[in-house]
């Protein structure tokens, strides 16, 4: 009969030495999440079979077609769309991110809206672009106005 006693204390306090492990185990795991949060991808998400199949003489309707509508469109000099993603990465919660690959997939276009080049910018290209400040600029925040017009005030002369 002890013996008997025995091995349902024993039994008992494997299966709860068990139910302890295994919930150890599973909050050691929970921080761990197929979604890495820990990177942010940003803009334009590239297919590459797509951009592949722009090519030189494509019209604008085929490239709006294949890669979709253009993060931004050039404003002076020609016609250019330009598909921006960036890839930002922190290596712990809390800490800055930094970006780690930047992409500018720019089409160039004639004035017959057909495609005249093609030219895939990477981050070795040129500098980080800024997609989100968080900050506004506001107006009188540059201190140079303010001593210009302490300036243009000490020359004015007064007569009586």
């Not at 930047?102 to 895939?120: E, G, I, M, P």
Request: proline share 3%; hydrophobic share 40%; aromatic share 10%.
């Amino acid at each position: 009969m002890r013996s008997n006693a025995k091995s349902r204390l024993r039994r008992q306090a494997l299966r709860q030495f068990g139910a302890a492990g295994a919930f150890v185990l599973m909050a050691a795991l929970s921080g761990c999440s197929t979604l890495d949060e820990n990177t942010v991808h940003r803009g334009y998400v590239f297919d590459d079979q797509a951009v592949s199949q722009v090519r030189v003489g494509s019209a604008a309707e085929q490239v709006l077609i294949l890669l979709g509508t253009p993060s931004t469109t050039s404003t002076v000099g020609g016609d250019a769309w330009y598909y921006i993603s960036q890839k930002a990465e922190r290596p712990m919660p809390f800490m800055p991110r930094t970006v780690t690959d930047q992409r500018v997939l720019a089409v160039y276009f004639d004035k017959n809206k057909k495609v005249t080049r093609v030219a895939n910018y990477g981050l070795q290209d040129g500098r980080v672009v800024d997609f989100s400040t968080n900050a506004t600029p506001t107006g009188g925040g540059d201190s140079n106005f303010v001593k210009g017009l302490f300036k243009q005030m000490s020359n004015l002369k007064f007569s009586l």
